[in-house]
């Protein structure tokens, strides 16, 4: 212990444990582990600078990696630097990619967003195989599924740590219900399953907590407003991109629950696309337990009622669809 002589000496050795600390924790997480690199691909665009500035003021990343083909961000720029962004980074995140337009699906980038994807994952396999990966790129239902089989032709891939990030669909479906009932937005928590496109959305409104009830006519309306927010918001942003703030905060929300629980927090939870068995499609969002190692647990579907019974069943045929083609360009490609 110190004992110190005025006012002024301890406060100035309050601001200098203050700095310590904040330094400490940055360095060192919040459980005593080693925090983590995060390389974030596609750095410079519309989501990847608000992701980015997000990411940056977490205690659990050490080291902020950014990389962009089109404009140099810390240093990585153009390919020949990925795989110096890549090194060392323990997550992986990719929001690089065309943003849609009026008039286009998700679906309608994959010309360009799928060789996008492709190409970042070769790099990832090569450089960083074991990082936790976050695919943010659209259409997710496809890209996905790109990851993981160029990642197999790398000896590289572990379905644990490859997720297509599908939290703005539950910011949405959260925001949505809240409204609609003068609820807290920050205290209320719905479940979105199935894929990140369209009718492939499922918001589980009836395993929402707190619990909430909805006459079938809204509960229907207030469906098919979730499944179609991201046209909602590209037709309002009339052709200047898609949803880019809004992707930026729920993505960082995904990542700093997969770093807490590399950080050895227990119990986290995030509903996300990944390799799965709940249903006849190789690929599909559940709510998921996290851990150290990715997925620990996958929850599967828990108790849906006939109306979620049915979008399920809409959502099969679309969802199975835009997998086979992620699964397809890479066999035809690479």
Known sequence: LLQLSSASSTAAM?????????????????????????????????????????????PLVSQLALYDIQAEVSGFDGPASLSDCLKGSRVVVIPAGVPRKPGMTRDDLFNTNAGIVADLITAVAKTCPKAMICIVTNPVNSTVPIAAEILKKHNAYDPRRLFGVTTLDIVRSNAFVAEAKGLDVSKVSVPVIGGHSGVTIIPVISQAVPSVSFKAQDRETLTTRIQNAGTEVVNAKAGAGSATLSMAFAAEKFVDSVLQAIDGKRGVIECAFVESTVTEAPYFSTPLLLGRDGVEENLGLGNLIEFEAKLLQAAMPELQQNIAKGVKFVKERY
């Open 14 to 58: 309050a601001s200098r444990a203050l700095n310590l600390f904040t330094i400490c924790r940055r360095q060192f997480g919040t459980t005593g582990s080693l925090a983590s690199r995060v390389a974030v691909l596609g750095a410079s665009g519309g989501i990847g600078q608000p992701l980015s500035l997000l990411l940056k003021q977490s």
